[in-house]
């Protein structure tokens, strides 16, 4: 019997000719990436008490994206510490102030199919859409990779989610994932990988790909993946990866799948999650009429080009609602100049959106943007729990960059297929 996708690349990092799901093996790190925020303020002390420094200096990726810019001493000094240690250790792949770890990781070519990566940090996973098995882990199972280079894992099985169709206009990879996350529950690929196939997938491009493995989070997986094809190869060659035999990592015909989803692009509306779930996603227009105090287009799932030619979309000519405020924060210092180039960033600020520092910032409630007490806002971020983005009893909404756009045009929440139509008349 063959392997699927994720098994092939556990057997070659664990020196095996074939694993099986729940096979418990000992596998070679590709690379490591770490943050400011899980990475070098907990790492390093344990690594000094170990008396070992990092295996392998250029397999390691250090970012910093969580408390970029400081806005107090406290996370001048966790960033300081960042580059305290990438200067002992001698690390030459430091990215301060580029952007977000799981945007920059590929946008500067270290991300190549076949990979076993391991990041620290819980949305890692967005690296399956280059055809790698990414996995998050916390800080002491990263101090063990960092000291060994090695990580051990139980072999997960594989779920294959097929989206047959195609998306209508406006509907895009953050609606296929929040009606996911409405189907399966938070829980529902508890310690599996979600693979992604069919039609609506291979038509998305790299920038809206990447939302798929990076919201298997929020329902539990290990991390999803999506077999790489030119559209991959043409990404990475453009940002300097090597791509040679890029295209030879896919799940073989026989292999075993613990499950087969089937869902319709075809038929996919544009969605909203309500709080304080991503789970608790409905069509749209169910939550017409439920008024905003900000919306808010950010984070690694929902800040990358593609997201804010989206909003621009929906802005161009239009204003932002008096009663609501839209804050823009680029998911990379490369995204932001290419916005700015293209004229994407215009359209943005004349509508009257805030444009704010590339991080990530009110997604994980740290610098611009959190919540008041009692304030409702609209995301375009992966995750609405409660408190994550300020105030306890705030309320976040999450929806496309169309939605977000849609809803701090009107000042409520709104089928963005309405803004767009109305635009076209």
Known sequence: MGMTL?????????????????????????????HDSSGARRQWPRLKE??????????????????????????????????????????????????????????????????????????????????????????????????TGEIWIQVPPTILITWSGRLSPTVTAKDMMLALCARIGLNGANYKVCEFTGQAVTALPMDERMVLPNMTAEVGAK????????????????????TNGALDWFSDADCEYEAVLELDANTLAPQ??????????????????VTIDQAYIGACTGAKLADLHMAAEVLRGREVAQTTRLLVAPASTRITGEAAADGTLATLTEAGAILLPSGCGACAGLGAGILAEKEVC????????????????AEVYLGSPYSVAAAAVAGRIVD????????AA
């Not at 749209?284 to 009429?289: H, V």
């Not at 963005?416 to 635009?423: G, M, S, W």
């Open 50 to 147: 170990l008396g070992v420094g990092v295996w392998d200096p250029d397999k390691v990726v250090v970012i910093t994206d969580h408390y970029v810019p400081a806005v107090d001493a406290v996370s001048a000094e966790l960033l300081k510490i960042t580059r305290d240690w990438v200067a002992e250790e001698k690390i030459p792949h430091f990215y301060d102030h580029q952007g977000i770890c799981h945007i920059v990781l590929p946008e500067r070519g270290h991300l190549k199919p076949g990979m076993f990566v391991v990041g620290g940090d819980s949305h890692s996973c967005t690296g399956g859409a280059f055809g790698t098995f990414t996995i998050g882990v916390g800080a002491t199972d990263m101090t063990g990779v960092l000291a």
């Open 378 to 393: 609209i995301s375009s971020t992966n995750r609405n729990f409660k408190g994550r983005m300020g105030a306890a009893n």
């Open 6 to 34: 994720s098994e092939k690349i556990i057997a070659k990092a664990c020196g095996s000719a074939a694993v099986r799901p729940g096979e418990i093996v000992t596998c070679a790190v590709d690379l490591a990436m770490t």
């Open 223 to 242: 991390t999803g993946m999506i077999a790489p094809d030119e559209v991959t190869v043409e990404y990475l060659r453009n940002a300097g990866a090597d």
């Open 416 to 423: 963005p297929r309405e803004i767009v139509a109305e635009k």
């Open 272 to 289: 909203v999650a309500a709080p304080h779930s991503p789970a608790n996603a409905r069509d749209a227009g169910d939550y017409s009429g």
